[in-house]
């Protein structure tokens, strides 16, 4: 079984930062993107970044210089440092993985449990 786990979210002031980690755990042989989605109240899921087993990153354009996404292949971690934080980031945070092919034979998509990023004073 492939879960993926979250940690990193909470309640930040705007300007600050926060760092999000997300780690693949099961029989694992390889993942083909990683990223993160997130997800306001009334509004629907959207892309944050992505990033490639060779390091490529894809960043939604309401992000571009304030947050970066990396990866360790080996860890099958993910990370989302968040810098320079604004009240409209507030959003429930999912961790993504792209293609995860596994020792049993299978591969598919997966998707993490959120973890809640709220930005206020």
């Known amino acids: 079984q492939v879960q993926l786990v979250e940690s990193g979210g909470g309640l930040v002031q705007p300007g600050g930062s926060l760092r999000l980690s997300c780690a693949a755990s099961?029989?694992?042989?390889?993942?083909?993107?990683m990223g993160w989605y997130r997800q306001a109240p009334g509004k629907e899921r959207e892309l944050v970044a992505l990033?490639?087993?060779?390091?490529?990153?894809k960043y939604a354009d309401s992000v571009k210089g304030r947050l970066t996404i990396s990866r360790d292949n080996a860890k099958k971690t993910v990370y989302l440092q968040m810098n320079n934080l604004k009240p409209e980031d507030t959003a429930v945070y999912y961790c993504?993985?792209?293609?995860?092919?596994?020792?049993?034979?299978?591969?598919?998509?997966?998707w993490g449990q959120g973890t809640q990023v709220t930005v206020s004073s």
């Open positions: 993504f993985a792209e293609h995860v092919r596994t020792a049993w034979g299978t591969a598919r998509n997966y």
């Open positions: 990033i490639s087993s060779d390091g490529t990153t």
């Open positions: 099961g029989s694992i042989l390889s993942i083909n993107d």
